[in-house]
């Protein structure tokens, strides 16, 4: 096990930065393109929720070694613990990293990070959980039955603190898969602080450059995300594409090889992020 130490304010929990804070997600697929090979670039933060600020709790460690899974506290509040495995070992040239130097050459370790400037809290039993759970049984004699999508039409979906996204579900004949999810925002927050406007929209398409062939398995195989978003209030800023989305295909979600068409750019609080290379 090995030991870091840092400070912070007592308001702060361990998570991994995702979206901005006050929008609504819909379905993506970011954690498919932020790794190379077994290479996944996780880090853990500490965040204080209310002051939307934070740090990376194991800055300056070995980066050939990145967290796995999600931190858990202590339950005194004066540490959290969470897993590392070393990125690349086990891959060839060019995605092999330096040998473990771990005793055995263990590919995996425990990490325990102390804050001593927190002072410790209550330990709390946890809670009571039923084993009836929305999820089924497993019967090893038993075929599951095929997951099936929400059904298509038009839901509504009201902000946690004003507006509302009105979101449209449109899916294939057989009612077996979605092919495409659209929301519109009217001034939506969920924190009061942090109001989006405009519409996105993610399809499934074809795309022959890409390898989304018609007429084959792979025919819709491609995802293409149309964006026209506005933050304003405590953050400000936007997200849109070109006038024919941004598409990603197939190679991204199988071989990691990151290929697309278009451009999607993001602006926050003046900051502009845009997407990476092919092949990047």
Not at 113 to 124: G, H, I, K, M
Request: hydrophobic share 30%; aromatic share 8%.
């Amino acid at each position: 096990m090995r030991t870091n130490r840092g400070s912070t304010s007592r308001n702060c929990r361990c998570r991994r930065p995702f979206r901005t804070t006050g929008s609504a997600p819909i379905p993506d697929h970011r954690s498919a393109v932020h790794r190379n090979g077994n290479r996944r670039f996780f880090s853990p933060w500490l965040v204080d929720v209310r002051a939307s600020r934070g740090f990376q709790i194991n800055t300056g460690n070995d980066p050939h070694w990145n967290a796995a899974a999600d931190p858990v506290w202590l339950a005194d509040s004066t540490a959290v613990v969470y897993a590392e495995n070393l990125a690349c070992g086990a891959n060839p040239t060019p995605h092999r990293c330096a040998d473990s130097t771990e005793p055995g050459g263990r590919n995996s370790r425990l990490m325990i990070a102390r804050f001593p400037d927190l002072e410790p809290s209550t330990a709390v039993s946890p809670a009571p959980v039923s084993d009836k759970t929305w999820g089924l049984p497993y019967d090893p004699d038993t075929t599951p039955e095929q997951a099936k999508p929400v059904p298509a039409g038009t839901y509504t979906l009201p902000g946690r603190a004003q507006g509302s996204a009105t979101v449209r579900i449109t899916n294939n004949s057989a009612g077996t898969q979605s092919l495409s999810i659209a929301v519109d925002y009217s001034n939506y927050s969920d924190d009061g602080t942090n109001i989006i406007n405009g519409s996105e929209k993610v399809e499934r398409v074809s795309n022959t450059t890409l390898g989304c062939t018609p007429g084959t398995a792979t025919a819709l195989a491609c995802v293409t995300w149309t964006e026209d978003l506005t933050l304003s209030g405590r953050h400000t800023g936007t997200k849109r594409t070109g006038p024919d989305g941004f598409t990603l295909g197939p190679a991204v979600w199988f071989n990691n090889d990151f290929q697309a068409d278009g451009t999607l750019t993001t602006e926050i609080d003046g900051t502009t992020y845009t997407r990476p290379p092919n092949g990047g």
